[in-house]
């Protein structure tokens, strides 16, 4: 069996990525699961997403502590001691990381495999960073069992609803990094057998014991999101107007107003939706592609 480990970030297609590489592997001949886990349902919270693909019926269920791969669909995760998106990664896991930075500037400690996904992403998907297509597509590259037809019929089964264009766009995409990828090989593990556990009743427990609630008031500023953003929105001062519609349009309220009326994005709290750059009716907001700076 093997099994596969996908991180990024609401918004970016991950758990669609998961559910293409499950169906790939299924055409293919292969036993398939796949299935996302989500903290905050927001845009931009990291998300995780597992696909497991096998020869034999798989009787494994829950989340992927131990995976074979580990695909990063947003390298901004390895700066976040909340997602570590290399934890349970053994010296023999195969980690694919979505950046343009050479695999040594991303880890000292394991073997990385790099792709910028990101601007293939912007070209095909008309600006849109969504990794569906081709996060699976390197998936099911670097499996190497996975045949392009398989990959291309599971991206237009799981896309449905899509503009014509915009799977066009996914299914050059997708052909495009499996070519570019090249397999690797997977070491074998010895499957342990599954073994029956004593069934667990879960008990009713106080609401505060059992329940993630937050007591400690104004803690909402110390979650930087900042690391969030694919695109920095940039305000163009020589043009800007101070209609304010794009401090009034921020979800997230990280515009605020200087003593001279102008409005200022916090970038420690921006998370790159880039809503006020769409909002600004002179398109006075222009959007930088964040590239991250890694140790
Ligand atoms: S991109 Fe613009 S709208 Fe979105 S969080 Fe940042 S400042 Fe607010
Ligand atoms: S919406 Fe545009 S013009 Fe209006 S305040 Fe914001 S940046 Fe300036």
């Known amino acids: 069996m093997w099994r596969i480990r996908m991180h990024g970030r609401g918004g970016q297609g991950i758990k669609t990525a998961s559910q293409i590489l499950g169906s790939a592997g299924f055409y293919s001949g292969f036993q398939a699961q796949d299935f996302p886990l989500y903290g905050a349902e927001r845009r931009g919270a990291p998300v995780i997403a597992f696909t497991r693909i096998s020869k034999d019926a798989i009787l494994e269920r829950g989340p992927i502590s131990s995976p074979d791969i580990i695909l990063i669909g947003d390298e901004t995760l390895l700066n976040d001691p909340q997602s570590a998106p290399l934890c349970g990664a053994e010296p023999t896991t195969i980690i694919f990381v979505n950046s343009n930075h050479r695999p040594k500037e991303l880890s000292q400690k394991f073997e990385v495999?790099?792709?910028?996904?990101?601007?293939?992403?912007?070209?095909?998907?008309?600006?849109?960073?969504?990794?569906?297509?081709?996060?699976?597509?390197?998936?099911?590259?670097?499996?190497?069992?996975?045949?392009?037809?398989?990959?291309?019929?599971?991206?237009?089964d799981e896309l449905p609803g899509v503009s014509?264009?915009?799977?066009?766009?996914?299914?050059?995409?997708?052909?495009?990094?499996?070519?570019?990828?090249?397999?690797?090989?997977?070491?074998?593990?010895?499957?342990?057998?599954?073994?029956?556990?004593?069934?667990?009743?879960?008990?009713?427990?106080?609401?505060?014991?059992?329940?993630?609630?937050?007591?400690?008031?104004?803690?909402?500023?110390?979650?930087?999101?900042?690391?969030?953003?694919?695109?920095?929105?940039?305000?163009?001062?020589?043009?800007?107007?101070?209609?304010?519609?794009?401090?009034?349009?921020?979800?997230?309220?990280?515009?605020?107003?200087?003593?001279?009326?102008?409005?200022?994005?916090?970038?420690?709290?921006?998370?790159?939706?880039?809503?006020?750059?769409?909002?600004?009716?002179?398109?006075?907001i222009k959007t930088v592609r964040e590239t991250g700076i890694f140790p």
């Not at 992403?121 to 960073?129: A, I």
């Not at 998936?139 to 991206?155: M, N, P, S």
């Not at 969030?228 to 921020?250: F, G, M, S, T």
């Open 164 to 284: 014509s264009q915009m799977l066009k766009g996914n299914l050059d995409l997708a052909r495009e990094v499996f070519e570019m990828v090249q397999p690797v090989a997977i070491p074998q593990r010895v499957e342990k057998a599954l073994t029956a556990k004593p069934l667990v009743f879960p008990q009713h427990l106080p609401v505060v014991d059992g329940a993630p609630i937050i007591l400690d008031p104004g803690n909402m500023a110390l979650r930087k999101t900042g690391n969030w953003r694919v695109e920095r929105p940039e305000i163009d001062y020589d043009h800007c107007n101070k209609c304010l519609i794009c401090y009034a349009r921020c979800p997230d309220g990280v515009i605020s107003l200087a003593p001279d009326g102008r409005p200022e994005i916090d970038y420690d709290h921006c998370k790159g939706c880039l809503i006020c750059a769409q909002e600004c009716p002179g398109h006075f």
């Open 113 to 156: 495999i790099t792709a910028n996904l990101t601007d293939l992403c912007l070209q095909r998907l008309n600006g849109r960073t969504i990794y569906s297509s081709a996060l699976s597509a390197v998936g099911a590259r670097l499996l190497g069992t996975i045949e392009l037809e398989d990959l291309l019929q599971a991206v237009e």
